[in-house]
């Protein structure tokens, strides 16, 4: 029990974010003794895009108590099982990065390290087929995973396509019902306490005075306390990560419902595909530095699936983050802190690991520097983790097509980077360092997925018997076959959960 703690929780912003964080402090911080209060303005607005998540949100969601058949109705939700990336390696290439496992390992072994040794072996064929993930997502599939090991289903995660302004409507329907108030106004002015310098209030453009001990900013791009009225620097890493501008543009539903998110590379960036139950949302994300909105609009335009039902809406965006994400008494979620563009839909995911590491931290009054430093020390790692992932995608590309390319694919890359790639070039390692978000099957599905094939492989893997060895892959290449043969069409999986009164399925977040 804190001796003196946080009496009056301020939330500034009511998008993803706002919501989350809001629904989150309903469930684990509204003790009866504490106000917890969200402000937003309508006039303002969210940003409202933000459709693709990554596995840990099941475990976000089940934390807050959702039921999962409850929220896919809500949210016009799908399940997605990796992102299919076409034209990234070279023009005409494509590779799948799933969700879940890759194969199974051997006598301590990894099993790409098996793989790479078999590889040409007849019979063992390519790496995906030892992703039940990939091979789902190929035929148009999906069940819920199994916790028996024996099963390929096993090896299954899966994550969701969701509106996220439905999901935002959602949490806060739990958020409210939870004893969080909710204000409605624009802020005009932050008030600072005259000693330290902390935030001590915002002021509405109303007058209205709103007081608290601990400020969450989730107030967007405008980073309202954390940027503007505490000063943190913002980064930019916009050197690595060029694209700044999405235009973002819905079509309706296509048929069958596809169990993934595309990303689609074009001339001066990439196009998604978010499958929706009932719609689907398309977005060009590109560098203005390479084309300009005209022709961006015309391209997204000219390569969708469907006719649009809306007119392309232009969003724009800086690439980086905030120094520290808590500073004095204000911590920043969402755009609010940072952001980084969405080819590996991770921002909900970043907002996510922040709430739950805020809870990990919660503090009490004054709060303690080690608290905020181990704060910003974990976030740190987090952001950078995402930020190397998201550049490999470029720094790999073999196309020359377009200045863009030529840029991306030639430019200086960051040195934690740079080793990765150098390692796993020689014999195909890869290790996952410090809590990495993205764990070695999704670094192995890019880098082989763009075409760099390892020269040589562990040479542990020559200590146990061959034949053993290719006798055990080929079982389990058959039964990854034979599983994703069996499993229904996506959308009969979603029409049988929807029909369930609760969600029991077996839900297994890795
Ligand atoms: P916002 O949605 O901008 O909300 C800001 C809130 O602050 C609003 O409620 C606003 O009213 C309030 N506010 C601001 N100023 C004031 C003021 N003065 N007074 C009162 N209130 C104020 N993420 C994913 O995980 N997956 C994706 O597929 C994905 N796709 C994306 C595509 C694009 C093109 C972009 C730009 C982002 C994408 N994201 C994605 C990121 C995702 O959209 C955001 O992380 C998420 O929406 C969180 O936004 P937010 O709540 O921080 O900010």
Not at 5 to 16: A, E, N, S
Not at 150 to 157: E, K, N, Q, T
Request: net charge neutral; proline share 5%; charged share 20%.
């Amino acid at each position: 029990m804190t001796a003196n703690p946080i009496r009056r929780l301020l939330i500034v912003g009511g998008g993803t974010a706002g919501w989350m964080m809001a629904a989150a402090a309903a469930r684990f911080l509204a003790d009866g003794q504490r106000s917890i209060t969200l402000v937003e303005s309508d006039a303002i607005g969210t940003v409202g895009v933000g459709e693709a998540t990554i596995p840990p949100i099941l475990g976000f969601n089940r934390l807050l108590g959702i039921d999962e058949a409850e929220f896919l109705r809500a949210t016009g939700g799908s399940f997605k099982l990796g992102i299919e990336f076409v034209g990234w390696g070279t023009e005409r290439g494509r590779y799948f990065h799933p969700f879940g496992t890759l194969g199974r390992s051997f006598e301590g072994l990894s099993f790409h390290q098996i793989w790479l040794k078999l590889r040409e072996k007849a019979g063992v064929g390519d790496i995906a087929d030892y992703s039940i993930a990939a091979l789902a997502a190929a035929q148009g599939r999906f069940a819920p995973p199994v916790s028996d090991p024996r099963s390929p289903l096993s090896g299954l995660a899966y994550a969701y396509h969701f509106d996220a302004g439905r999901y935002a409507a959602f949490l806060r329907a739990r958020a409210e019902a939870g004893g969080v108030t909710r204000v409605e106004g624009r802020i005009a002015a932050v008030e600072h306490d005259l000693i330290d310098g902390s935030v001590a209030s915002v002021r509405l453009e109303d007058g209205r005075e709103l007081a608290a001990d601990l400020f969450v900013d989730c107030s967007g791009f405008r980073s309202l306390l954390l940027g503007e009225a505490l000063s943190v620097p913002w980064e930019d890493w916009s050197h690595w990560l060029p694209c700044d501008r999405a235009l973002a543009v819905p079509t309706a539903r296509v048929d069958p419902l596809p169990p993934f998110t595309r990303s689609t590379a074009r001339a001066a960036g990439w196009q998604w595909r978010i499958p929706l139950q009932h719609r689907t949302g398309n977005g060009y994300v590109y560098s203005s530095g390479f084309t300009d909105d005209c022709e961006a609009e015309r391209l997204l335009l000219a390569h969708l699936d469907g006719a649009p039902l809306d007119a392309p809406r232009l969003l724009r965006f800086a690439t980086g983050r905030r120094a520290r994400q808590w500073e004095k008494n204000v911590v920043a979620l969402g755009l609010a802190g940072g952001f980084l563009e969405p080819l590996e839909s991770t921002s909900i995911h970043l907002i996510q690991e922040g709430i739950s590491k805020l809870m990990a931290l919660f503090p009490g009054r004054p709060i303690a520097a080690v608290e905020r430093d181990t704060y910003n020390r974990m976030m740190d790692a987090a952001y950078v983790g995402v930020r190397d992932f998201i550049i490999l995608h470029y720094h790999l590309t073999q196309r020359r097509d377009s200045a863009f390319w030529r840029h991306v694919g030639s430019m200086d890359i960051p040195d934690t980077l740079q080793a990765k790639i150098t390692l796993f070039r020689e014999k195909g390692r890869l290790f996952r360092y410090d809590d990495e978000l993205f764990s070695i099957p999704s670094w192995l599905a890019v880098m082989l997925g763009q075409g760099v094939m390892p020269e040589g492989y562990d040479p542990v893997v020559d200590a146990l018997a061959e034949d053993r060895l290719l006798t055990a892959v080929l079982d389990t290449r058959r039964a990854n076959l034979a599983a994703a043969r069996a499993m229904p069409d996506h959308a009969q999986a979603l029409a049988a959960l929807a029909a369930l009164p609760a969600s029991r399925w077996p839900i297994a977040p890795r």
